[in-house]
């Protein structure tokens, strides 16, 4: 990668990470352990890990050549890591100009390959007030209580196991989040996440059950979410999602352009091999 990566691009990645490190060490511990939960940092890049769980999205190293240049010997490190922690599906992010520039080659001469969703998109905004948006459900922060069932709600929409409930309901009293719902005749139907940084947030496990789809409610818990950080003194909004596979809709990143968030890069994804 021959260009510079950017102030912005940094950022994201660093307050990505420190959410996802938090989030697994809200993960109570018979579940954590259940699941062989597990964070780690070798040159500079944080590694989630998590054994029981044959899916990259909780198995990824963030930042790799990001705060520092990243070495063969480290990419050799996170190999060894990930076969330890008997992790077989993993990606390594790879941020636009992230270094040396010989990082590419030397993901692909040991095995790795662009996944088949290859990118994710990185986006960031600022202070100005996301747009008004009408939705029939009630969307507003989470009540005392209410924590199960967001949690419940969050699990099903992703597709996730009942088991994960009490991971996003225990993320959801911890200091430093904030939660929201989203509510159909009383019921929680969606909710989202709201991780606070100093004067960095991030945006995550937004989501609305697929009965409720298609009525704005996973735009209005992005747009309450954007000026509960703005309030609380944030100055960059970052979240992130994958970018579409071909022609197919993407009502998230769409979403995240309508509340203001631009595009602060085009991250990869690189398969681990199979073998590792």
């Not at 636009?96 to 662009?114: D, Y």
């Not at 202070?127 to 989470?142: D, N, S």
């Not at 969050?154 to 225990?170: E, L, Q, T, V, Y």
């Not at 003194?233 to 992130?240: D, H, L, P, Q, S």
Request: glycine share 10%.
């Amino acid at each position: 990668m021959s260009e510079t990566i950017t102030a912005e691009a940094r950022a994201a990645d660093a307050i990505e990470a420190a959410a996802y490190r938090d989030m697994y060490a809200a993960a109570p511990p018979g579940l954590a352990a259940k699941l062989g939960l597990a964070v780690e940092e070798i040159g500079g890049a944080t590694l989630l890990v998590a054994r029981a769980i044959p899916d990259a999205f909780f198995n990824r190293v963030i930042g790799l050549g990001v705060a520092r240049p990243a070495s063969e010997a480290a990419l050799d490190n996170l190999l060894a890591a990930y076969r330890a922690a008997g992790a077989k599906h993993w990606w390594v992010h790879l941020t636009p100009g992230a270094e040396p520039a010989a990082l590419p080659s030397w993901l692909e001469r040991r095995g790795f390959v662009l996944a088949k969703r290859s990118a994710w998109a990185k986006v960031l905004r600022g202070t100005e007030a996301p747009p008004e948006v009408g939705t029939p459900l009630e969307v507003r922060a989470a009540r005392q209580g209410e924590e199960g069932a967001l949690a419940e709600s969050i699990a099903a929409a992703f597709g996730m196991p009942a088991a994960f409930a009490p991971w996003f309901a225990a993320l959801a009293l911890r200091r430093g989040w904030r939660a929201y719902v989203a509510l159909e005749a009383d019921r929680v139907v969606g909710g989202g996440l709201l991780y606070l940084d100093g004067g960095d947030a991030w945006l995550g496990a937004g989501a609305v059950r697929a009965e409720q789809r298609g009525r704005h409610a996973h735009r209005a818990l992005m747009a309450l979410r954007v000026r509960e950080a703005i309030a609380a003194g944030c100055t960059r909004i970052f979240t992130e999602t994958g970018e579409p596979v071909g022609d197919e809709p993407n009502p998230s990143l769409a979403n995240m352009q309508w509340c203001g968030f631009r595009r602060v890069c085009s991250r990869l994804n690189y398969a681990a091999p199979a073998a590792a």
